[in-house]
């Protein structure tokens, strides 16, 4: 009889796997290719994981630890491929490098989160599950606080809720919502049947988020809104003083006399 940590499993498998061939359907790889790249991962670490507990359980912390850091590397990479998907109606006017410079910005929001991330909960496990924790729970609370901003800026960046940035930002943040909460109620003492649970709940909230977004996608892709131009003259600005930063630092570079003995 299967119980409800398998139907879980399986279902979340179903919707990772539903989700995938709609994106491949609506041909993603145009517009959000990481996004489907993270998408097809899970479906394969779902299916890698579901094997490997029931066929070669010992291997599976290992598994465990390789999985999850792939995982992290990817969300990150999705919140940089959202936020450069935000700024579509400018990008011909921002330099290629313009992603780099956002993924250096949520490395310092990150790095600036680390601190306050810590679970206490994990201080009898090896250092490694730790650092595993450590970094899920950062990037967790990243991608709430980028949904959050999304959301509440929603407005001056000219985006709404049948745009693709929101609906994906949204599902990444509800079900890290519920994966920070209920890992600060793992802080709490509790029996093994309510730790379990609470795991149930996480992969709950992540199969909802998958639902939601086989329903998104399941709909046409609104016509991306251009920017205020109030709000493209700043974003260009800003865009402008950043570059000319890089300028000066490269001739102040070029300037240096030890630069200059070097290149003698």
């Not at 507990?53 to 959202?82: G, K, R, T």
């Not at 929001?109 to 250092?127: D, E, K, T």
């Not at 919502?177 to 730790?195: C, D, E, F, K, R």
Request: proline share 4%; with cysteine; hydrophobic share 50%.
């Amino acid at each position: 009889m299967m119980n409800l940590d398998n139907g879980l499993w399986i279902l979340a498998l179903l919707a990772e796997a539903a989700l995938v061939g709609l994106l491949i359907y609506r041909r993603a790889w145009k517009l959000i290719p990481v996004f489907l790249v993270f998408c097809a991962f899970e479906v394969c670490s779902s299916t890698g994981a579901y094997l490997i507990l029931h066929q070669f359980p010992d291997d599976y912390p290992v598994y465990y630890l390789i999985e999850s850091v792939i995982d992290s590397i990817l969300e990150f990479a999705v919140l940089v491929e959202l936020a450069w998907l935000v700024l579509r109606p400018i990008r011909g006017s921002l330099s290629p490098k313009t992603p780099l410079v956002i993924a250096i910005i949520l490395l310092v929001l990150g790095a600036a989160i680390w601190p306050f991330s810590s679970i206490q909960s994990l201080v009898g496990f090896a250092p490694a599950v730790r650092a595993i924790a450590h970094v899920q729970q950062t990037t967790s609370i990243l991608r709430v606080l980028f949904f959050v901003g999304l959301a509440v800026f929603s407005q001056f960046l000219s985006i709404g809720w049948r745009d693709r940035e929101l609906q994906i930002a949204t599902g990444l943040g509800f079900y890290s919502l519920v994966s920070l909460g209920t890992a600060m109620l793992h802080t709490h003492p509790s029996t093994w049947i309510q730790y379990n649970h609470l795991n149930q709940l996480v992969l709950a909230s992540f199969i909802c988020s998958l639902t939601y977004w086989v329903f998104c996608f399941s709909q046409k892709e609104a016509e991306r809104r251009e920017f205020t131009p109030q709000m493209q003259n700043l974003l260009l600005a800003v865009a402008g003083v950043a570059r000319a930063e890089r300028s000066a630092l490269h001739r102040m570079a070029g300037s240096d006399p030890q630069s200059k003995k070097k290149k003698q």
